[in-house]
């Protein structure tokens, strides 16, 4: 699986748009790029996915580059509950399933 | 819907003893994988297992660890003569069958058990 790069920490204003980066510059054609994210002490929560097309869902929005060797996750409205560490992960789509193989990830702070 | 079930979610063991994890998977969800996650650290991958079959056990451990996903009933990790080292938490996630074709399967994790060795 491709290795991801993702700042360690980040800071975003109660209210205001996070906009988390991940650059996966090695990524191969079939496989996708995951978010999870582990709130202080929690089981990590699954967030999004996609493939090439930006996706978007109750949670949060992935924009893909078109070269895919890059992504962002957008939490539109972040709240303080939203503080965590954010996890970008690529992975092969596989019939037999597969683990996922976690980085530092990004620690989010959501402030007042 | 019920979500992936782990019990305990609080374990103290004394070094030597053992130590079992019970992991209830989402109803329907056929994949189990077991996470472990040292202090100050990241999620590691252990094992991933289907019913009554290891599929990878690449990141367990060689002695002492072992897991299983019965016909029924929960899968188990099982820690033998526990040591402080294995102090973490465990984390299981479960994964719908793929019906045979090549798909991005979405791995759903439980609360995890925190295993404290005295």
């Known amino acids: 699986d491709a290795k991801t790069t993702q700042p360690p920490s980040m800071d975003c204003a109660e209210g205001r748009a996070a906009n988390l980066p991940c650059n996966h510059s090695?990524?191969?054609?079939?496989?996708?790029v995951y978010w999870y994210r582990q709130i202080h002490s929690q089981g990590p929560q699954y967030i999004i996915h996609?493939?090439?097309n930006n996706e978007t869902n109750e949670m949060a929005s992935l924009i893909i580059t078109e070269d895919r060797k890059s992504s962002t996750l957008i939490l539109p409205h972040a709240t303080l509950r939203d503080t965590a560490v954010y996890y970008c992960?690529?992975?092969?789509?596989?019939?037999?399933?597969?683990?996922?193989?976690f980085g530092q990830g990004t620690e989010l702070s959501v402030k007042p | 819907n019920a979500g992936v079930m782990q019990n305990p979610r609080h374990l103290v063991r004394r070094r030597g003893q053992e130590a079992r994890l019970r992991c209830s998977p989402v109803k329907g969800h056929s994949h189990v994988y077991w996470y472990r996650q040292l202090p100050e650290e990241g999620l590691k991958f252990m094992v991933y297992?289907?019913?009554?079959?290891?599929?990878?056990e690449s990141g367990m451990p060689k002695e002492r660890f072992s897991a299983e996903f019965p016909k029924e009933g929960p899968s188990i990790l099982r820690i033998q003569q526990v040591v402080r080292g294995d102090s973490a938490a465990y984390f299981c996630?479960?994964?719908?069958?793929?019906?045979?074709?090549?798909?991005?399967?979405?791995?759903?994790f439980g609360p995890g058990t925190r295993l404290t060795v005295l």
């Open positions: 996609g493939l090439k």
């Open positions: 297992l289907q019913k009554e079959n290891i599929i990878d």
């Open positions: 996630a479960s994964s719908p069958p793929t019906g045979g074709a090549p798909r991005a399967d979405t791995q759903y």
């Open positions: 090695t990524i191969s054609g079939n496989e996708y």
């Open positions: 992960i690529v992975r092969v789509a596989y019939n037999q399933g597969g683990k996922l193989i």
